[in-house]
């Protein structure tokens, strides 16, 4: 019998040839023979580790020339129970590794062991639980993580659920799994929409939806429907969008959660104003509001895929709005409208929004200096995460400038910025 992947009951020490390699620094070699000791092709092994089979082939190949990635390392020794020092790391500390290894170990050996004929498919109930952890943990690193870069381990951490969720025949169980898979295509979608692989956002966005049809969950599904609904808006179809929208509300038999509520009309103003409806826009944002308002004394829970969204978040859709209605007499941005909605923790939310602050000092403050100074840094950071989004906001803010006849050596450095990122 194959030893499960993580089982602390392998000895790695046991095997000479491991530590021979090792101590000659060809960890590619030790992962390689693990591998097979484990009886695992490249591609499963990879999806187990959450990296690409071209990146494992990479790792295994490198042989003792040094260069290794130190985190790629210490991910393959966590996911197959190998002790860190047989890939030259340090042993963890702290009290959470081993823990979190179990956990999402839990959901890979049963992708690891085939089923015998005749059996019954074993998992563990809280499999989704655990799959979604790794999700969201996704979602906070894409802060600060180039998207190409995490896709890297999110298509694999898909393909995995979408196993899982295809072995499993306990009903109630498929349900929680066809949710954490929903998320998970979500999630990759994103990545393809900051990557401008817009035809790949589309048909996650469109797995996600798919998905989440077959949870029974009306907040979910309503969820996939305005992340759709956002990505037409930005991407210049508002009529798309704001069918969507209405279709997200047709979800919910009773009353929308404040929060669902807030979110979901802050994405039909943004519809709105794509679509030049400057009335429209108006009333979406004043809807907007009021749900905000309502939002701290409703359960933050009922909408749990939506970090927050509060004042700051209402004063980044007044921006985002006031950027495609620049003339608009409807939409009033405050001084504190302006500080408020950069003070977020989010490197690329924070670019795009600097980015439509800056479009305000263009067209309401005429201060072409100062919004070219903004836009400066908000492309820097853009820049330096590869963000498609941030680049694509930054063009059209140059366009902008353009209607507006700016001209002058503070918008220089702008310009060679906004160069390089289509080379």
């Excluded at 169980?173 to 956002?201: I, N, Y």
């Excluded at 969507?244 to 103003?269: M, V, Y």
């Excluded at 009021?290 to 939002?295: L, N, P, Q």
């Excluded at 924070?350 to 100074?373: C, G, V």
């Amino acid at each position: 019998m194959l030893p499960t992947v993580g089982n602390h009951n392998v000895d790695w020490h046991a095997f000479g040839d491991l530590k021979d390699a090792a101590g000659q620094g060809n960890y590619g070699a030790v992962i390689r023979r693990v591998r097979q000791i484990l009886g695992l092709g490249q591609r499963e092994f990879a999806d187990r580790c959450g990296l690409s089979q071209a990146a494992l082939s990479r790792l295994e190949n490198r042989g003792g020339r040094g260069g290794y990635d130190m985190d790629i390392l210490a991910r393959v020794a966590t996911a197959a129970g190998l002790p860190h020092d047989l890939v030259g790391l340090a042993h963890p500390t702290g009290g959470e590794g081993p823990v979190l290894r179990r956990d999402l170990l839990t959901a890979a050996a049963a992708a690891a062991v085939p089923l015998l004929p005749g059996a019954t498919p074993h998992h563990t109930p809280d499999e989704p639980g655990i799959l979604r952890q790794v999700t969201s943990a996704y979602r906070r690193l894409d802060a600060t993580t180039p998207s190409r870069d995490l896709a890297e381990a999110a298509h694999p951490h898909l393909r995995l659920i979408q196993t899982l969720t295809a072995r499993t025949t306990d009903p109630a169980h498929h349900q929680r799994m066809s949710a954490a898979a929903s998320e998970a295509a979500s999630f990759t979608a994103w990545l393809a929409w900051d990557t401008a692989d817009h035809g790949s956002a589309r048909h996650w966005y469109g797995t996600a939806i798919t998905t989440a049809q077959h949870t029974g969950n009306e907040l979910l599904t309503a969820y996939q429907l305005g992340s759709l609904a956002s990505f037409d808006a930005e991407t210049g179809h508002p009529h798309t969008a704001l069918r969507r929208i209405e279709g997200a509300r047709r979800q919910f038999t009773g009353p929308l959660p404040p929060l669902a509520a807030a979110w979901l009309a802050s994405i039909e103003a943004l519809a709105h104003a794509a679509g030049q409806d400057h009335a429209a826009c108006d009333r979406a944002l004043t809807a907007c509001a009021r749900h905000t308002g309502r939002i701290p004394q409703a359960d933050p829970a009922a909408w749990p895929w939506i970090f927050t969204f509060d004042e700051r978040k209402l004063s980044a859709c007044r921006l985002a709005c006031a950027a495609r209605l620049p003339h608009s007499p409807r939409i009033r941005i405050t001084d504190h409208d302006l500080t408020t909605a950069v003070t977020g923790g989010h490197d690329k939310q924070r670019a795009l929004i600097t980015l439509n602050a800056a479009t305000t000092h263009l067209t309401r403050d005429r201060d072409p200096e100062a919004a070219f100074a903004l836009a400066t840094r908000a492309l820097h950071a853009g820049l330096r995460l590869s963000s498609g989004r941030v680049a694509d906001r930054a063009r059209i803010f140059r366009r902008t400038a353009g209607r507006h006849g700016t001209a002058g050596g503070y918008a220089d450095e702008f310009d060679t910025l906004l160069h390089t990122a289509y080379l």
